[in-house]
């Protein structure tokens, strides 16, 4: 399928028109290369049989669900959570309402699942890092996207649910 748009050719080939390509500023051809080599690690089952577009897309879904998951890990309050259930598990497994039977398996889940809070919190420096880096990468890949993939003439993307649990 091709369409045209200012008297450019746009290929929903695998390869996009390497006229098209040639009339890139250089950074953009370096993006669009650093992107498609994304697509090829981040999204292996895009590699074969996928036009370049496709390729393009799937690596901005993965991109943006990253991208939400540091945001997510970031925004998690976590010196404030950690008190507040251990007051609460501590109360039922010691005002008796948990069989004793029961308490010692609790007790190691809850130290287990407090332990693994403590350890991921102390790696916020890196979420924050991974958090921005994500972020950038989406206005990235979003502005490319724009420029060489979505004119007025072809069809928009497909709605997709915030969740993108299909992938």
């Known amino acids: 399928m091709s369409t045209m748009n200012n008297n450019q050719t746009i290929s929903d080939s695998n390869v996009m028109d390497p006229r098209r390509v040639a009339s890139m500023p250089p950074e953009d051809q370096r993006m669009r290369l650093f992107f ?64 004793k039977k029961e308490r010692p398996r609790l007790i190691d889940l809850l130290t287990r699942e407090m332990d693994f809070t403590i350890k991921l919190a102390q790696f916020n420096d890196f979420i924050v890092f991974m958090m921005q880096h994500y972020i950038s990468q989406v206005r990235q890949i979003e502005r490319f996207m724009n420029l060489y993939y979505r004119p007025d003439t072809m069809e928009p993307f497909p709605p997709e649910d915030e969740d993108d649990e299909e992938e």
């Open 36 to 99: 498609l080599e994304e697509a090829r690690l981040l999204c292996p089952a895009t590699h074969v049989n996928c036009s370049e577009y496709s390729k393009i897309h799937a690596v901005y879904k993965r991109i943006r669900r990253m991208e939400r998951l540091f945001t997510l890990m970031y925004q998690h309050n976590w010196g404030q959570l950690l008190p507040e259930a251990q007051k609460a598990f501590n109360y039922y497994l010691l005002e008796g309402y948990v069989a």
